[in-house]
């Protein structure tokens, strides 16, 4: 019997608005991107849902469509794009300032990029201490709620525009400073009394989570603050029939992590030390400067060896691994960042090893296919009738957001297989589980 059910999906007719707070380097490579795409001016390296096949049924059926051929996805040219910032740069303008893509091929796809003017943003100064210069495009209003309404105002307004059937959003803005689960997480009520008494324990991203999930918009979160992992949205998420996905965009150093230490656990390897290192001189770096930042993002990268080393199952692997992540701004070398991690293995009877990885990485290059990907299976997921937390969707995040006690998977390749395996579900064709007994014994 196929454990798969066939979800009643609605197509994807008419446009998709992808709403991003936060039109910096990863939201305009982002952008940029699609619409270079579009223009058949470059491929969209990096994008499961654009160059991703899947297998159906048996190795031996010869069936493995492209993902987008197989479920319906918003196509790229059905997007349209639009955000929040506390500068005032149009799409356009930032993309220049950040420096990811070449003038050139800015250039050519300059006109749809100035359109983007970024809508005022909600911001809260002690939430991101590092940004410099003109911040002053940004809402006024009486309290939080009237800010979140604006926001709802503002992707209404949006979409009227942009005749827009569906919405939405990601988050990428800067990352915000460290927060705790407080009393006024805890439930819609006591959140939204927040919201109007304006509680200092709301963090902007909040707000956007909030104004988005209430209209049933589906909200990913591409940093690591908490955002969307409290029990007051997640309620909000149930209610409206709402996706929502996080946290944190898996790129660079954590991707080869998660990459690499599945590997090494595979083969019963162990691992005394792991030491990482990057530098970054674009304003994430400098935003990340900031220590109560900083704190945010350490805490994203640092669970991800724990979970997937088990050091409580494997004591004489992993008890001891000493772990130590740090980022350090460096403007010299823009988004190009560099990661370098030296790994201290040892083998057989305890005989030491080294591994050096040196990382020469783009970061909004590796983040920008992630964006696209989410915006489109967070749209799929609100067709498809899935609501709350898409755990399905940790393939994208460093730091995934699951159920109240269930412990995050952060191997890749489990959540590879969790993400096509979800797919197949919904689709009502057979899981794949890689036993392949029926090639042998075909009884
Ligand atoms: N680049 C990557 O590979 C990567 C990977 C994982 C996560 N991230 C996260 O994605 C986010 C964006 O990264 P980036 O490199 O584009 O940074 P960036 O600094 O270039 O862009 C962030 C933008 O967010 C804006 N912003 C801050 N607070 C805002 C608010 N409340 N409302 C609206 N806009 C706001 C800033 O003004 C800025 O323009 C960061 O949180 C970063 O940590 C990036």
Redesign the pocket.
């Known amino acids: 019997m196929s454990d798969s059910m066939k979800a009643k999906i609605e197509s994807p007719t008419g446009k998709l608005g992808v709403l991003c707070?936060?039109?910096?380097?990863?939201?305009?490579?982002f952008i940029g991107g699609v619409e270079a795409v579009s223009k058949g001016l470059a491929k969209p390296i990096g994008s499961l849902t654009q160059m991703g096949t899947i297998r159906l049924g048996k190795r031996t059926d010869d069936r493995s469509p492209k993902i987008k051929e197989f479920i319906e996805l918003a196509g790229l040219g059905d997007l349209c794009f639009g955000?929040?910032?506390?500068?005032h740069d149009d799409c356009y303008q930032?993309a220049v300032n950040?420096k990811v893509l070449d003038r050139e091929l800015l250039d050519e796809i300059r006109p749809a990029l100035e359109q983007i003017k970024?809508m005022p943003?909600?911001?809260?100064h002690r939430?991101?201490k590092k940004?410099k210069g003109d911040?002053s495009n940004v809402k006024d209003g009486r309290n939080l709620m009237a800010k979140a309404e604006a926001l709802m105002k503002d992707m209404d307004v949006f979409a009227d525009k942009n005749k827009a059937d569906r919405l939405v959003v990601v988050?990428?803005?800067?990352?915000?400073a460290y927060l705790a689960e407080k009393p006024v997480h805890k439930d819609l009520v006591a959140f939204e009394n927040g919201l109007k008494e304006n509680d200092p324990d709301i963090a902007?991203?909040m707000v956007?989570a909030y104004a988005a999930i209430k209209k049933g918009i589906p909200f990913a979160n591409?940093?690591?603050?908490l955002t969307v992992e409290i029990p007051a949205l997640l309620e909000l998420a149930d209610k409206t029939n709402t996706p929502v996905s996080g946290k944190?965009?898996?790129?660079?150093q954590t991707l080869m992590k998660t990459i690499i230490a599945p590997g090494l656990k595979a083969r019963m390897l162990g691992i005394s030390g792991w030491f990482s290192t990057n530098i970054l001189g674009?304003?994430?770096g400098?935003?990340?400067d900031d220590p109560e930042s900083f704190k945010t993002?350490e805490k994203s990268k640092l669970g991800v060896l724990d979970y997937i080393l088990q050091p409580e199952k494997y004591p004489d692997l992993y008890r001891d691994l000493y772990h130590k992540v740090r980022i350090n701004y460096y403007p010299p070398r823009g988004?190009a960042?560099e990661g370098w991690d030296n790994l201290d293995i040892f083998g057989w009877l305890g005989y030491p090893m080294q591994i050096k990885i040196d990382f020469l990485c783009r970061?909004?290059i590796?983040?920008a296919p992630i964006v696209l990907d989410v915006a489109l299976f967070s749209d799929f997921a609100k067709r498809a009738g899935l609501k709350g937390i898409q755990e399905w969707l940790s393939f994208y995040f460093?730091s995934p957001i699951t159920a109240p006690g269930l412990y995050p998977e952060h191997d890749l390749f489990i959540q590879l297989k969790k993400l096509k395996n979800t797919l197949r579900y919904l689709m009502g064709e057979d899981l794949i589980t890689h036993l392949g007994r029926e090639y042998y014994d075909p009884r």
């Open positions: 707070p936060g039109l910096g380097a990863v939201a305009t490579t955000g929040w910032d506390v500068f930032s950040c970024p943003a909600v911001f809260d939430y991101v940004l911040t988050w990428c803005g800067s990352t915000e902007p991203s956007y591409g940093a690591p603050n944190d965009f898996k790129t660079g674009n304003r994430d400098e935003v990340l993002k988004d960042k970061d909004s590796l983040a460093k």
